[in-house]
């Protein structure tokens, strides 16, 4: 099992790395995107290989700042330092899915100042309460599709997008049955190696994803639980996490992050598309089915309603709330879903990062007056 589980911290560590190799060695082109609603199953049908940009915690910001006000967050001045210096020079494109409107400025700045070969916004819906949305959101697939096909020269058939669509199903399905077994047994996996996982799940190419995944999950549940002291359940909520240092600390300070509601984690993997009928239309369908971030909208209560009922199977004891600084759409969310959280006798804690965390010290006083009032 060690073996396989840091073949997922290799990757992590070293993504670009990784990237590089693979376009050598398969010949693949690369297609960077930014946002858990990026259409990925278009990308894989077109022969390209999806690939999450994340900034890099240790890269100096010199150049983005020329482009982007400072209360710009981590993530959007990161991606595009990374990209001025040429850090993301095995990139053949880019995918910028309307997020928020900090990546939507990046969209612009992007186009403008890099020479990648291909480029496309994806502009989906952000109310997804009525039937014109869902209209909306396959018309802008459709679009997407062609998009591709014009700029990456090939045809994208039905056959292949739900070949892709199988493939993406198993490999959601294997990382929510993970996730389900380490609820239940969460001192087999620590919360370090689960999120390398995910993380590493966003850059590999998707059948060598499959089958490590595959065989990690076999080997796990192999596993007996080792009968560690029991630490208090903890969910982590919030949009990306930059930080695996995180579960470590709050893991020596008495809890365990048992789930999460984050697109570093549960809501990448969260919804099956199905195989039947119009293939990208049942891509956009899963949009509207799966669990939602502030980027969008279907009732004025679903993001409160969905945590609570996360906590709620998970037997949460608490609820970390790990919002990035200067990220406004949760900061928003954040007063009504702690509201929601109280009510229901949740307790929670708000922590604001930036790509540097604060000193281990300070987060471990935190975590265990947390973890020691719950």
């Given amino acids: 099992m060690v073996s396989t589980i840091e073949e997922f911290h290799a990757v992590f560590r070293s993504p670009y790395e990784y990237a590089r190799r693979l376009k050598s060695e398969s010949g693949k082109k690369i297609i960077g995107f930014f946002c858990s609603y990026t259409p990925e199953e278009l990308i894989h049908a ?11 915690p240790d890269q100096a910001i010199a150049h983005a700042d020329a482009h982007l006000q400072s209360y710009s ?52 819906p952000v109310r997804l309460d009525a039937e014109s949305a869902r209209q909306y959101m396959r018309d802008v697939l459709d679009k997407f599709r062609s998009d591709l096909e014009k700029g990456l020269g090939v045809e994208i058939t039905d056959e292949k997008i739900r070949e892709s669509i199988v493939l993406y199903n198993e490999i959601r399905d294997t990382l929510r049955r993970l996730y389900e077994f380490r609820s239940e047994n969460p001192y087999i996996l620590s919360g370090s190696d689960v999120y390398a996982v995910v993380r590493a799940s966003m850059l590999l190419e998707r059948r060598e994803l499959l089958q490590k995944l595959t065989g990690l999950l076999n080997e796990v549940t192999e596993e007996k639980s080792v009968g560690s002291p029991e630490k208090k359940r903890i969910i982590l909520t919030g949009g990306i996490c930059n930080h695996p240092d995180v579960y470590t600390i709050i893991e020596e300070s008495g809890g365990v992050v048992v789930w999460d509601d984050m697109c570093t984690g549960a809501r990448y993997f969260d919804g099956v598309i199905s195989t039947k009928g119009d293939p990208v239309h049942a ?49 928003f969310d954040y007063p009504y879903m702690k509201a929601f959280l109280d009510k229901e ?30």
């Fill in 345 to 374: 006798g949740v307790p929670s804690m708000l922590l604001e990062v930036e790509d540097q965390l604060p000193s281990e010290g300070q987060l471990e006083t935190r975590f265990e007056a947390f973890i020691e009032m719950l």
């Fill in 73 to 124: 967050c981590s993530l959007v001045r990161g991606a595009l330092e990374e990209a001025l210096t040429g850090r993301l020079d095995f990139l053949d494109g880019t995918v910028f899915p309307h997020t928020c409107d900090s990546i939507q400025r990046l969209s612009d700045i992007w186009r403008l100042n890099t020479s990648f070969s291909f480029f496309a916004d994806v502009v989906l």
């Fill in 46 to 56: 077109a022969g390209a290989v999806p690939m999450r940009l994340f900034s890099s």
């Fill in 283 to 331: 891509i956009a369908d899963r949009y509207f089915e799966r669990v939602i971030c502030p980027a969008k909208h279907v009732t004025n209560f679903s993001r409160g309603e969905d945590i609570v009922r996360i906590a709620r199977e998970n037997r949460a004891d608490g609820v970390l709330f790990l919002v990035l600084k200067f990220c406004d759409p949760h900061a």
